[in-house]
């Protein structure tokens, strides 16, 4: 009469576990990538939404703003205050170049 049999065997164990493994080290580096690409993407959106606003601030007043914190600064153009680069942490650079916040200059 065979016995019962109950749980896993050691190799069974250990074939579950190096499988594991695998999926986790092809997982993991694609969730870590895709991360920084979308914190690069939300800063080039930054950009974009600044250049909109300094081109609303040009239809305003009638002239261009001629440091962007005249634009960042002001709470008509940004409610909830000046816009942070999700990758660095910092602000943008208060330069304009042709009346835009350059996104090449920017580097990422």
Not at 1 to 19: A, Q
Not at 32 to 45: M, P, Q, R, W
Not at 69 to 91: A, I, K, M, R
Request: glycine residues 10%.
């Amino acid at each position: 009469m065979k016995r019962g049999r109950k749980g896993f065997t050691l190799v069974e164990l250990l074939i579950v576990v190096l499988i594991l493994g695998a999926l986790a080290a092809i997982a993991v580096p694609r969730i870590l990538g895709g991360a920084t690409t979308a914190k690069a993407n939300a800063c080039h959106t930054n950009i974009d939404m600044i250049n909109s606003q300094i081109e609303l601030y040009y239809a305003n007043e009638g002239s261009w703003p001629a440091t962007l914190d005249v634009v960042t600064g002001d709470t008509d153009y940004f409610p909830d205050g000046e816009p942070v680069c999700p990758v660095t942490g910092s602000t943008y650079l208060n330069v304009l170049v042709n009346n835009r916040v350059n996104d090449a200059a920017h580097g990422h």
